[in-house]
């Protein structure tokens, strides 16, 4: 039985142009053919998305240093721009707020997202009355752990006081949320709203789906 429910944030619950900007900044920074988003992802899940130290400007400087490419300081300031522009282009998805109301009524709710410094401070500051639906609400650069590290979603059990089988990971990123939670011993599903994955998931095309598959799963 599933006593709680974890929610990923960048495009399960919120659509963000992340992949957009990235590669937008890729082209910039000459990074092309050197790296790609999803290494990207990986590089920031190593350092931005779990130390807060790290900001937007530390993270792109290191990237192109990385990578053997030099670029001076008017770059680094267009790719944060570029970064921190993709938050202008975010959109709640229109049936999150009913979803997580509803499940919040007979499960705990965590939201876990990995996120730097910008991401934070965007959603304390616009997107409050969706952080007041959670009863745990785990920041990566906050706690100093991003998934797929087992321990974040370890962490997310502690605080809601439930055990990983009694809870379920919902997430857009295969990787990072379905084959992480799976990992740490939740229960995981993928939110595929376009049909882009195989077969080997759970999955679901619309969060709406979310309360008939928990209320079935055993």
């Given at each position: 039985m599933?006593?709680?429910?974890c929610?990923?944030?960048w495009?399960t619950?919120?659509?963000c ?9 890729i082209?910039?920074?000459?990074l092309e053919g050197?790296t790609?988003?999803?290494r990207i992802?990986?590089d ?5 998305f ?8 530390k993270f ?5 240093a990385?990578?053997n490419v030099k ?6 300031d267009?790719?944060v721009?570029?970064?921190e ?5 975010v959109?709640?998805?229109p049936e ?5 109301g ?6 705990k ?6 996120i730097e410094?910008?991401?934070v401070?965007y959603?304390?500051e ?7 639906h959670f009863?745990?609400v ?7 752990l991003?998934k ?8 997310a059990?502690r605080?809601?006081k439930?055990?990983?089988p009694?809870t379920?990971?919902?997430?857009d990123?295969p990787?990072?949320?379905?084959d992480g939670a799976?990992?740490a011993?939740l229960?995981?599903?993928l939110?595929?709203?376009n049909?882009i994955?195989g077969e080997?998931?759970?999955k679901i ?7 008939e ?6």
């Amino acid at each position: 039985m599933i006593k709680a429910v974890c929610f990923d944030l960048w495009n399960t619950l919120i659509y963000c142009p992340t992949k957009d900007r990235l590669n937008e900044i890729i082209s910039l920074l000459g990074l092309e053919g050197r790296t790609d988003y999803r290494r990207i992802i990986e590089d920031a899940e190593k350092t931005m998305f779990k130390d807060s130290s790290v900001n937007d400007r530390k993270f792109f400087e290191w990237l192109c240093a990385e990578h053997n490419v030099k670029k001076g300081v008017e770059d680094i300031d267009s790719a944060v721009r570029i970064w921190e522009s993709r938050l202008n282009g975010v959109k709640l998805f229109p049936e999150a707020m009913e979803v997580i109301g509803k499940l919040g009524e007979k499960h705990k709710l965590a939201l876990v997202s990995n996120i730097e410094g910008s991401g934070v401070k965007y959603m304390r500051e616009k997107q409050g009355e969706l952080l007041k639906h959670f009863d745990e609400v785990i920041m990566s650069c906050e706690v100093g752990l991003a998934k797929p590290d087992e321990r974040i979603f370890k962490l997310a059990c502690r605080k809601l006081k439930t055990k990983p089988p009694e809870t379920m990971m919902v997430g857009d990123y295969p990787r990072i949320d379905y084959d992480g939670a799976l990992k740490a011993g939740l229960k995981a599903v993928l939110v595929d709203r376009n049909g882009i994955y195989g077969e080997g998931f759970k999955k679901i095309k619309s969060l709406r789906d979310l309360e008939e598959l928990i209320a079935n799963e055993r």
